[in-house]
């Protein structure tokens, strides 16, 4: 195994404020690390160091000879005139400005101020093959159908092809991102949370791109199942500072789940040597105090070298240091009274937009204390059942509330907020209070002084994700609307509200491509596909075989399928022969 490349005691500065604190790191060029740590820890910084965005402050970025680096950054940005394909053919700088070098010489070549001067000719074809071989260097020749190739693995059909970038939603603008990624072949591959914005679908080709990737992956995710299934290594990045004397940057063997277990073990192994180095001293202390007590204020010689052999025998001592605590979490509870035994009721529901039927004839029932889960891919229609459950009237069918049911709402896009007021603003608004009481309700969610009054617009989405949590807590609702709830959390806040719903004695009905809080919250899921509810009765993990089962049918099939297509297109070109011949 050797090394892609290596940090050495890197340093990086932000306005006088040490982002990274000496970190080194070590990565082998067949490996996929997932890189977690908590928000503002410098994960993102680290991937902008290796790929040469940023300038270290000290220490050193050093790639292995040969070693080519490709970044996708959080949210990346693609040309709004460029087609998908054009987007993706650009994305090797050096083939596109070769292609265009090219066709420039070739243009050049048919100008009579040069075919007509044998001189300049010769200099033009010169360049021209220089270029040319090059180009057949890169095998430019086979560039197009590469990217072709690759759009289709991401799941763009060729009709796709020819769509403007500027209509893409997030998660295909990631894939479109990535695509020009994985055609300039990188030796290493940086993917800054690239599984934001991608349905279900997109995670599990994001997660066979990884596999099939030949060389070092890095990537930032707060998706525990997706770092279950491609990391070989988990790097733990905490806040330059939080502990002093340990490494900033940890690499733990194994994936997401095995990284958590051994932290886990090795934080309780910690305690109990700490908790067993701590009496051992305190014995020490107690028994030099007693000798020195007896030995008569020094007078006792024999007392005297005892409890001065003990105070060596306590600087001797090996000292652990008490575990590591763990970061700060939200204080979410919530609460409900008991609602109607059927909590929801939606019945042959219908919503067309224009030509396109959303929801054909939506039948779902929901009983008070379940766990649903609602998947489906995006623009599925997901959203647009929540908004009818919440009164939008739709084109036929119904939708019926128990009559002591109360909604609660979580909106992906945080749109129950409203931008100019500040969290505590909202925080009153829901329940009358004093401000004072409402900062230090908020400090249970995270937030400061400072930020617990500003302005929602300037939050982040994390922050703006803790302030809805902290209104459903406030008002009680006992049927809870969840659209996509962990996608702006971190790990540990996302786990937070995992086990407050495991304490939740109401119901929940959850959109989200989080497979972790899915197998986890989800006593049963239902899909939405091409405007229809398909059920399955059990959990996400039930949910995820039944769809495995019927792809590998699906494949089975397919040669018998294509068999009895080409048995049926086979005697019309036949008679097409015949005619054609007489």
């Known amino acids: 195994m050797a090394i892609a490349l290596y940090l050495a005691d890197v340093v990086k500065l932000f306005g006088g404020r040490r982002v990274l604190?000496?970190?080194?790191?070590?990565?082998?060029?067949?490996?996929?690390?997932?890189?977690?740590?908590?928000?503002?820890?410098?994960?993102?910084?680290?991937?902008?160091l290796i790929a040469g965005l940023e300038e270290v402050d000290g220490g050193t970025v050093s790639l292995a000879p040969g070693v080519s680096v490709a970044y996708l950054p959080q949210e990346p940005r693609l040309d709004p005139r460029r087609t998908i394909l054009e987007e993706v053919l650009a994305a090797h700088a050096e083939l596109a400005e070769l292609e265009e070098r090219l066709a420039t010489l070739q243009r050049r070549m048919g100008e009579p101020e040069v075919y007509e001067d044998p001189e300049a000719l010769e200099r033009v074809m010169d360049e021209h093959e220089r270029a040319l071989e090059r180009f057949e260097r890169l095998d430019g020749g086979g560039y197009r159908g590469r990217v072709e190739r690759t759009l289709r693995r991401l799941g763009f059909d060729p009709d796709d092809f020819a769509r403007s970038t500027a209509g893409l939603s997030g998660g295909e603008k990631k894939l479109v991102a990535l695509a020009g990624l994985l055609v300039q072949q990188p030796s290493v591959l940086l993917l800054d949370e690239p599984d934001n914005h991608l349905d279900l679908d997109g995670k599990a080709l994001l997660e066979q791109v990884m596999a099939d990737h030949r060389g070092a992956v890095v990537i930032i995710s707060h998706d525990r199942y997706l770092l279950d299934v491609v990391a070989d290594a988990i790097a733990e990045l905490e806040p330059a500072g939080r502990h002093p004397g340990r490494p900033q940057l940890v690499v733990t063997e194994g994936n997401?789940?095995?990284?958590?277990?051994?932290?886990?073990?090795?934080?309780?192994?910690?305690?109990?040597?700490?908790?067993?180095?701590?009496?051992?001293?305190?014995?020490?202390?107690?028994?030099?105090?007693?000798?020195?007590?007896?030995?008569?204020?020094?007078?006792?010689?024999?007392?005297v070298r005892r409890w001065k052999s003990m105070e060596k025998r306590l600087e001797r001592l090996p000292r652990t240091e008490r575990p590591l605590t763990e970061p700060r979490r939200m204080g979410l509870e919530l609460?409900?009274?008991?609602?109607?035994?059927?909590?929801?009721?939606?019945?042959?529901?219908?919503?067309?937009?224009?030509?396109?039927?959303?929801?054909?004839?939506?039948?779902l029932l929901v009983l008070f204390g379940e766990r649903v889960g609602l998947v489906g891919a995006n623009g599925s229609g997901k959203s647009v059942l929540f908004r009818t459950v919440l009164g939008e009237v739709p084109d036929a069918g119904a939708v019926k509330l128990g009559p002591s049911v109360d909604v609660g709402y979580y909106a992906q896009e945080h749109e129950t907020l409203e931008p100019a007021l500040s969290a505590v603003d909202h925080v009153r608004r829901a329940r009358p209070m004093t401000e004072g009481d409402a900062v230090a309700f908020l400090g249970r969610f995270l937030f400061d002084w400072d930020t617990a009054r500003k302005p929602v617009r300037t939050l982040s989405g994390g922050e703006k994700s803790r302030v809805q949590l902290a209104l459903l807590m406030l008002r009680q609702p006992n049927?809870?609307?969840?659209?996509?709830?962990?996608?702006?959390?971190?790990?540990?806040?996302?786990?937070?509200?995992?086990?407050?719903?495991?304490?939740y004695p109401g119901t929940v009905l959850a959109i989200s491509h989080d497979r972790y809080f899915l197998e986890r919250i989800a006593g049963r899921v239902v899909a939405l596909e091409e405007g229809r509810l398909s059920e399955c009765p059990g959990g996400y993990a039930e949910y995820r075989a039944r769809r495995?089962?019927?792809?590998?049918?699906?494949?089975?099939?397919?040669?018998?399928?294509?068999?009895?297509?080409?048995?049926?297109?086979?005697?019309?070109?036949?008679?097409?022969?015949?005619?054609?011949g007489a």
């Open 21 to 48: 604190e000496g970190v080194s790191w070590e990565i082998p060029d067949d490996a996929t690390v997932g890189l977690v740590g908590p928000n503002g820890a410098g994960k993102s910084t680290v991937l902008r």
């Open 256 to 303: 997401y789940s095995e990284y958590i277990s051994e932290k886990r073990l090795a934080m309780e192994q910690q305690e109990k040597l700490h908790a067993l180095q701590e009496r051992e001293a305190e014995r020490l202390r107690r028994s030099i105090l007693r000798l020195k007590d007896f030995s008569s204020g020094g007078q006792n010689q024999k007392m």
């Open 335 to 363: 609460s409900a009274e008991r609602g109607s035994k059927r909590a929801l009721e939606v019945a042959g529901v219908r919503r067309r937009f224009g030509e396109h039927e959303v929801l054909a004839g939506i039948d």
């Open 479 to 503: 049927l809870l609307l969840l659209d996509e709830p962990t996608n702006n959390l971190d790990v540990v806040s996302a786990e937070v509200l995992e086990d407050a719903l495991d304490e």
């Open 548 to 580: 495995r089962d019927g792809a590998a049918e699906r494949e089975a099939s397919a040669p018998e399928q294509r068999a009895r297509v080409g048995a049926s297109r086979a005697p019309r070109r036949v008679r097409g022969g015949a005619s054609g």
